[in-house]
């Protein structure tokens, strides 16, 4: 017997700002977390989705002002309520730039699996990019490079689609808040140099990774920054970067540049962006500069003008009160207006301006490297029979007693801010072990470590009395990362598994 067939369902109008999804997906436990989908009261009129594209479930479901992007006009903006593919419904904006608008958004699918994480970030290119004919080919080329860009303080790229006459880039959704609202927040004053710096370095990381692989991001700036909860540091927007190269002979030429468009922020573009000369890494260094200046001061180092007018008028960033002579050097050279004055690296700028930077991230010397091995072994040893390893002195020379001092300077500095084990290469743990790298037997590394292993145990066991057993065990790992032979999160880890 032949299927009915199924005609287009009209969503009905729906005057609640917000809607609740209370009613179950079928074979879904009715102990789910609660969906809450935001529909603005004002959305346009709806328009019809056809049944065959989404279960009468979902639809049933979502309810509200609901309209499917096919059914607007091409020039038509996107708002909170369109359904993008059959599949995105754009819930709330959570921000405006040059370029576009970022959503955030339900994605059905994820929906109708059960997936935990049911949300996406969908930038909807604006007008500008829609009229160019060979917009799409350039940024799916351009998403492709994005894809590449694996690095814990770059957002994921999923993908670059259309619907329709809109362009669209779908991203990993994340909880927090843009850089440049937590710089308004500052009120002018700015952070100390402590607090800013894991901002600074986690941004800096970021660019330079990108530059390694020939991109640049063009349009660095603290709305493209986000803050995650966690305090982990995200860059946006490189899906719509450009090449700092040119294309090898198995690369496709692009034939389309997102600075045609005007995508750039005055007040963080180069003297040589806004000249329309070809893209440089110092481009980006520029805007690092800048922001890192807003952070440290609450200010932008130009009163927010463009290059080309900071030079007309032969502006100088004022120093900033209570920065030390060596990190200002380096923001002055960061921030030179003519690129040939502009320090040449990332790296390079985040070398000068980091507290004591001959410690970060740098390989050490042959002859250090050669007590590294060792050093981590007798730590190891050290730990599982406390007290009975007989210690083998080392003669410690005046440059490694002065890095060690450094060293829990700045093991101080990430344990303030939290920065306990994560992220990768800038945090306590990892600086207390390079102590013991020199100095096997340094009593206040081994305390440090296991004050990083008691605060964590504090943490997992709050986590474990409100009932987040899943959150509970992460904490619980991170301190075994610590102390593997910590009693109190031994002992938690095994309740946590029964």
């Not at 998403?143 to 990993?172: C, W």
Request: proline share 6%; hydrophobic share 40%; glycine share 8%.
């Amino acid at each position: 017997m032949p299927a009915p067939e199924q005609s287009p369902v009209t969503l009905p109008p729906d005057d609640e700002a917000t809607r609740v999804l209370a009613k179950p997906l079928a074979g879904q436990d009715t102990s789910t977390e609660i969906q809450t989908v935001a529909v603005n009261a004002t959305a346009k009129p709806a328009g019809k989705i056809p049944a065959t594209s989404l279960s009468n479930t979902l639809l049933d479901s979502l309810g509200g002002n609901l309209t499917a992007s096919s059914s607007l006009s091409p020039d038509q903006d996107l708002s909170v309520g369109v359904i993008l593919k059959e599949r995105f419904v754009l819930q709330e904006v959570l921000g405006k730039g040059g370029m576009g608008t970022v959503f955030k958004a339900l994605d059905l699918r994820k929906l109708e699996a059960n997936d935990r994480d049911t949300f996406v970030a969908i930038k909807v290119l604006n007008r500008d990019f829609r009229i160019q004919p060979v917009a799409l080919i350039a940024l799916q080329r351009e998403a492709k490079r994005a894809q590449t860009l694996s690095h814990p303080n770059i957002i994921t790229v999923y993908d670059f689609d259309r619907d329709g006459a809109h362009v669209f880039m779908s991203m990993e959704f994340l909880h927090g808040q843009p850089l440049s609202r937590l710089i308004g927040g500052l009120q002018g004053s700015g952070l100390p140099f402590k607090q800013a710096w894991p901002f600074i370095d986690a941004m800096g990381q970021a660019l330079a990774y990108a530059h390694k692989k020939n991109i640049i991001h063009s349009d660095f700036k603290p709305g493209n920054v986000f803050v995650s909860d966690q305090n982990e540091i995200k860059v946006l927007d490189f899906g719509i970067a450009c090449a700092a190269a040119r294309p090898g002979p198995n690369e496709e030429k692009t034939v389309f540049n997102a600075r045609e468009l005007g995508a750039l922020t005055p007040a963080y573009a180069s003297l040589e962006q806004s000249r329309g000369l070809p893209p440089d890494p110092r481009d980006d260094i520029y805007a690092l500069a800048c922001v890192a200046y807003e952070l440290l001061s609450g200010k932008h180092p130009y009163g927010r003008l463009s290059a080309e007018k900071a030079l007309e008028l032969d502006l100088q960033a004022k120093p900033i009160p209570g920065l030390k002579h060596k990190p200002w050097k380096a923001l002055q050279r960061g921030l030179a207006l003519q690129q040939e004055e502009r320090i040449a690296s990332v790296e390079g700028f985040l070398k000068l301006l980091r507290p004591h930077s001959r410690l970060f991230y740098g390989v050490w010397a042959a002859g250090i490297l050669a007590v590294s091995v060792t050093g981590v072994n007798l730590y190891l040893n050290l730990t599982e029979e406390r007290g009975t390893v007989t210690k083998i002195l080392v003669e410690l020379k005046p440059e490694q007693l002065r890095k060690i001092d450094d060293l829990l300077e700045l093991a101080a500095i990430h344990f303030e801010v939290g920065y306990l084990t994560a992220p990768t290469g800038s945090n306590a743990l990892w600086a207390y072990q390079e102590i013991l790298k020199l100095d096997p037997y340094n009593e206040k590394a081994i305390a440090g470590i296991g004050k990083i292993a008691d605060t964590l145990e504090q943490s997992a066991w709050e986590l474990y009395e409100k009932g987040e057993r899943v959150q509970s065990l992460k904490k619980v790992l991170e301190g075994l990362e610590a102390d593997p032979h910590h009693e109190g999160l031994l002992k938690l880890k095994r309740k946590l598994e029964e």
